[in-house]
């Protein structure tokens, strides 16, 4: 029993170091750092300043703001619109195939993104596969320029982040009772009528999860508008690499990455109000 306790208790302060040491306290350095002013000589300099905050008010940075919001819900609508029909049959289908569709999903998280958004490239650039095949079908006489536009980038969010939207409809899918559909069409609702009133509503939670799961992590993907977008189309998360790696402005971008973990946090807590008040709906 005390060999149980002992290492129960193990446990819980490694993961609690962890988290302290990876975590809280990188964040904690960048707060403070966010209200300092750079240096030249060093890193940054033990003034207190707003300017970083101030800055991030300018047109310039609302602009890539706004562009990396549109993006990213232009990629979560898209992999929502993908990802439900094909949830739907993934949860519908006999249940010896289900394996093999779920398989098909998860095998893209066996390959590294950065590796599959190179994979990319042979399909959008100038001589790649899409290209060719316009071409030979004579739907084209020249090459579209697909490599390095705002089109490229949203193609390779989708790409990446559709599995996360595919896995918690799945699970919301799976969980709606059939008899529950069943009472519906012996009460004479249309398949569009039980769809709207009683699937929607119940697979709501896994729509809104899957909504944050794409949306979240498309602001930030800045690999893949390095790699398709050829640095032409930025999201939040180049801004703030730049900030770090090229302009060496460590305080600018510290208080980009609070501002843009306290927005993360702000939409984490509309969807736990969200998922709450639709569980409360479901019970009712």
């Keep these: 029993m005390n060999e149980s306790l002992f290492f129960r208790r193990l446990l819980i302060g490694t993961t609690w170091t962890w988290v302290l040491l990876l975590a809280l306290v990188p964040y904690i350095i960048l707060l403070g750092a966010s209200w300092l002013q750079p240096g030249t000589d060093t890193l940054v300099l033990p003034t207190l300043t707003k300017e970083n905050y101030s800055h991030l008010l300018s047109s310039t940075a609302f602009t890539i703001t706004a562009e990396s919001v549109l993006l990213a ?30 398989l098909l999903v998860m095998i893209p998280f066996w390959t590294n993104s950065l590796i599959r958004t190179y994979a990319l490239v042979m399909l959008l650039k100038a001589d790649g596969l899409i290209n060719a ?97 050829g640095a032409r189309t930025m999201l939040l998360g180049n801004y703030i690499r730049d900030q770090f790696l090229v302009f060496r402005n460590i305080p600018m971008g510290s208080a980009a990455s609070i501002t843009m973990t ?21 019970m009712q």
């Design 73 to 102: 819900a232009c990629t979560a609508v898209l992999c929502l619109a993908i990802g439900y029909p094909f949830a739907a049959i993934l949860a519908n289908a006999p249940a010896k195939r289900q394996p093999l569709l779920l």
């Design 133 to 229: 095949a316009l071409i030979r079908t004579g739907l084209i006489t020249e090459p579209l320029q697909l490599m390095y536009t705002p089109f490229a980038v949203f193609i390779g969010l989708v790409y990446t982040l559709l599995p996360f939207m595919i896995l918690p409809l799945y699970a919301a899918l799976k969980a709606v009772d059939p008899k529950l559909l069943e009472a519906g069409r012996d009460l004479g609702a249309s398949w569009l009528q039980n769809f709207l009133k009683i699937t929607i509503p119940l697979t709501m939670p896994g729509i809104i999860a899957g909504t944050m799961l794409v949306f979240l992590p498309a602001l930030g993907m800045f690999y893949v508008s390095d790699i398709l977008g």
């Design 262 to 282: 306290l927005a993360m946090g702000l939409l984490l807590l509309l969807y736990y109000l969200a998922t709450r008040r639709s569980g409360e709906k479901v």
